[in-house]
């Protein structure tokens, strides 16, 4: 079966530019998970969907960051005026959790960001 | 102090020998745990989950020390293969990750 998916793999862009990030969970994972990765450090998490709904959004950097889930499938992360600060790998992750406490998490390919 | 934190390394080990690190957590109240491998520039992926009674799966233990509050993980016969960073993800109300251990085997 197919696993996390993201889009696109790569993407550079200018200072002050927005950027949109895809994540494609796995089918019937209810839970998605979104984190960064800065070079050599370890994953900062972001923002958890538990199906369309963000009980977790304490890890979103500032407000020029977003995130949405649709039908309870894909999600997208939105950074607005992108810094460079902002560049980084972006992971998806997704579970079949139904609560709090996850099953294991699989992971997306990530997209790398970079703010130019 | 940092919630989960992990000897970033790296851990120089020849092929063949045994290796172990920890990962100390700073919430008596987590309650689930995990071990995850990260190879260069690829995502991470679940190594094994890490149970109150310790499991084990082929050449790799993980063990939980409740009171001391750090889940280990040995690596026994290491391999070329096993050369990677792994993160301990520990979870109490939220997931928190450690920032990893990088390991290097050398032949």
């Given at each position: 079966g197919a696993g996390v998916s993201q889009s696109p793999s790569n993407k550079v862009t200018e200072k002050g530019k927005d950027v949109e990030l895809r994540c494609d969970p796995i089918s019937g994972h209810t839970a998605l998970y979104w984190y960064r990765q800065s070079l050599g450090q370890g994953l900062e998490f972001l923002i958890y969907f538990q199906g369309n709904s963000a009980?977790?959004?304490?890890?979103?950097?500032?407000?020029?960051f977003s995130a949405e889930r649709t039908g309870g499938s894909v999600s997208t992360l939105t950074i607005q005026r992108?810094?460079?600060?902002?560049s980084a790998v972006y992971l998806c992750a997704s579970s079949?959790?139904?609560?709090r406490t996850p099953y294991e998490q699989y992971f997306g390919p990530g997209t790398r960001l970079t703010v130019t | 102090r940092k919630e989960v934190e992990q000897?970033?390394?790296?851990f120089n080990v020849p092929e063949g020998a045994t290796v172990a690190f920890n990962c100390t957590y700073s919430?008596?109240?987590?309650?689930s745990f995990f071990w995850y491998r990260q190879d260069c520039r690829k995502e991470p992926k679940l190594l094994m989950s890490v149970y109150s009674s310790g499991n084990e799966d082929g050449r790799f233990t993980a063990q939980l020390n409740r009171a001391s509050q750090y889940i280990s993980l040995l690596i026994r016969?290491?391999?070329?293969?096993?050369s990677a960073t792994y993160l301990c993800v520990v979870i109490d109300y939220q997931l928190i990750w450690g920032a990893g251990t990088k390991l290097i085997i050398k032949p």
């Open positions: 009980p977790d959004k304490s890890g979103l950097p500032s407000d020029r992108t810094q460079q600060e902002d079949r959790t139904s609560g | 000897d970033p390394g790296p919430n008596s109240a987590s309650q016969d290491s391999k070329l293969s096993d």
